[in-house]
């Protein structure tokens, strides 16, 4: 398809979808007392809204320049309402249908695309896990700079495997993936450390401190950087 006349179909999908956007919207917007107590109005309203799209289509690409990519589809809007029971409730029945890979000229991968402008947006990105689950794809990872954020995202998807199905070969990536990202926080740890040696020490050998106190100062600093090598050791463990 040339890129022209996917920006043609894209805005065409985004007009037939912008009522369905819109109430996606309201739905993200309203308390979560008011969201419990019309709960089973505001989800029939939801069902009829699509039923109501003429040939509505889970990957459907549309054409959002508020975010950070520029293309999405239907399914965005889905998991951006944040409502569990919407959310649920679809996936359950249309997650079979979801293609993970978006009909464009640039192919990009759906759960980066979703990973990126959902954290955008403020929304958890624990509302991807049955995707996750269902691609079997860490791909989306990369999307992150923060190691840290990684760590969690993956300690928590092993904390919920069993809510889930997936193969045993995915389980073993997600531990590997696990094992290299403790790895990297470490390495990243020691750097810090290190680094904060380095510069302590050049605060010693500053005439801040007469010669007579510089070595008793680094020894302690030394101290401090042992100490903190074994609280490092420890949290591995």
């Given amino acids: 398809m040339e890129v022209g006349a996917f920006i043609s179909i894209t805005d065409e999908n985004t007009k037939k979808y912008s009522f369905f956007k819109k109430f996606c919207k309201y739905l993200k917007g309203i308390s979560f007392q008011k969201y419990q107590e019309e709960k089973h109005l505001l989800s029939g309203e939801f069902k009829k809204i699509i039923s109501n799209v003429k040939g509505f289509d889970i990957n459907d690409v549309l054409v959002d320049h508020d975010a950070r990519y520029r293309y999405t589809t239907p399914l965005e809007y889905i998991l951006m309402t944040k409502r569990d029971d919407i959310i649920s409730s679809f996936l359950t029945e249309h997650i079979d249908l979801i293609s993970f890979e978006l009909n464009s000229p640039y192919q990009e991968d759906l759960l980066m695309v979703l990973y990126k402008n959902l954290t955008w947006r403020g929304c958890p990105s624990d509302v991807l896990l049955p995707l996750i689950y ?95 090598l074994e609280n490092l050791k420890g949290e591995k463990q």
């Fill in 134 to 228: 269902k691609s079997e794809n860490l791909n989306f990872l990369a999307e992150e700079s923060s190691v840290s954020k990684k760590l969690q995202m993956v300690s928590f998807m092993i904390l919920q495997k069993d809510n889930y199905e997936c193969s045993e070969s995915f389980l073993e990536v997600l531990e590997t993936k696990n094992i290299e990202l403790l790895e990297q926080r470490e390495l990243h740890i020691i750097s810090e450390i290190a680094l904060s040696a380095v510069q302590s020490q050049a605060r010693v050998n500053d005439d801040k401190y007469p010669k007579s106190e510089r070595l008793t100062k680094l020894g302690e600093l030394l101290e401090k950087f042992s100490a903190d």
